[in-house]
């Protein structure tokens, strides 16, 4: 993928001055404020130093192209707007007379590129917008190329995972907004060809092809610990810390979890303590709803149709 346009024109030399009008020193340079027109046709004005373009100018080719923004000493530096003949645009930073730092390319498809840049090239991390289809990659970029972590988002879905010289690579997963992932990986392959094209001397091209392994729900919540609150005076005694943080995150989850690997019953203050077994590892399979039944359940049905079954609430306190 290349930029459409992105062929620096060649600015006139400090050396060919053509005519000009404006600000010198007092060694008759050009200094300050002026407008040239060069030997090949192109003007420049803005500011000068020392017979140098330097500080906000604007440059015209005769191509049409044009350049407004910052100069240091002869070359583009800072931020600046370059227009190219093919319409396309480029608007950021500049070093050294080329696209370096950060900075958007709209390019003549209207597509855009928002990121980093090195050395006129894509390069860091940037986002790259395809405007027939919608859909952008963001992730990094090596040399112009797509190249490491990235996801590439879609009207209805997303891909996330590793990029090569802009072929997906290795593992991944899909995301979907009905609410699953499926996970699997990029394997490059063979591009199959047929008889006429096997005969001539060819390079021979790899397609990367999708292998899926498994399909996953979304986590929709990941449940933390509040934080202690101090005590007050004349509240009602706590709850060993165990069962009171539980117990709170419980209410907090409102079942949106299957806590059914929690050992032992949520007691009152007192008796056993409520611990969590450390060897329990979390399977997608276990996360599961049932609307139906809420009579049944120890909460009675309080926590609504998305509470999970087996129902983690404490029983209600006896009358």
């Given at each position: ?13 400090e050396n060919d001055l053509g005519e000009y009008e ?82 958007t390319y709209y390019y003549v498809n209207n597509d ?53 010289s802009k072929n997906p690579v290795g593992p991944g ?147």
């Amino acid at each position: 993928m290349s930029d459409l346009g992105s062929e620096e024109l060649e600015e006139e030399g400090e050396n060919d001055l053509g005519e000009y009008e404006g600000e010198r020193n007092e060694a008759g340079e050009r200094h300050g404020h002026g407008r040239a027109r060069l030997p090949n046709g192109d003007t420049y004005e803005g500011q000068y130093e020392n017979g140098q373009r330097h500080g906000q100018g604007t440059y015209k080719f005769r191509s049409g192209a044009r350049y407004i923004g910052e100069y240091n000493k002869n070359k583009k530096h800072g931020q600046g707007i370059f227009i190219y003949p093919d319409g396309s645009r480029y608007e950021g930073e500049w070093a050294d007379d080329q696209r370096h730092g950060h900075g958007t390319y709209y390019y003549v498809n209207n597509d855009t590129y928002t990121g980093e840049w090195l050395a006129h090239q894509r390069h860091g991390q940037g986002t790259y917008l395809y405007a027939e289809t919608g859909s952008k990659y963001v992730g990094s970029w090596v040399h112009g190329q797509q190249d490491g972590a990235a996801e590439l988002v879609h009207l209805n879905h997303r891909y996330q995972g590793k990029f090569l010289s802009k072929n997906p690579v290795g593992p991944g997963k899909y995301v979907f907004d009905v609410g699953c992932e499926q996970h699997g990986e990029y394997r490059l392959t063979d591009v199959e060809r047929g008889e006429e094209e096997e005969e001539e001397e060819t390079l021979i091209s790899v397609v990367p092809k999708w292998k899926a392994i498994k399909i996953t729900e979304l986590a929709l919540w990941t449940p933390s610990l509040p934080q202690e609150q101090p005590p007050t005076v004349g509240a009602v005694p706590e709850e060993p810390p165990a069962a009171e943080g539980m117990a709170e995150v419980l209410e907090e989850a409102q079942g949106f979890g299957d806590f059914s690997d929690l050992e032992g019953d949520f007691l009152k203050p007192g008796e056993e303590d409520v611990t969590m077994s450390d060897s329990h590892e979390y399977r997608p399979d276990e996360f599961r709803y049932d609307p139906l039944d809420n009579s049944a359940r120890p909460c009675g049905g309080r926590q609504g149709l998305h509470c999970c079954w087996p129902c983690p609430c404490p029983p209600p306190p006896a009358q």
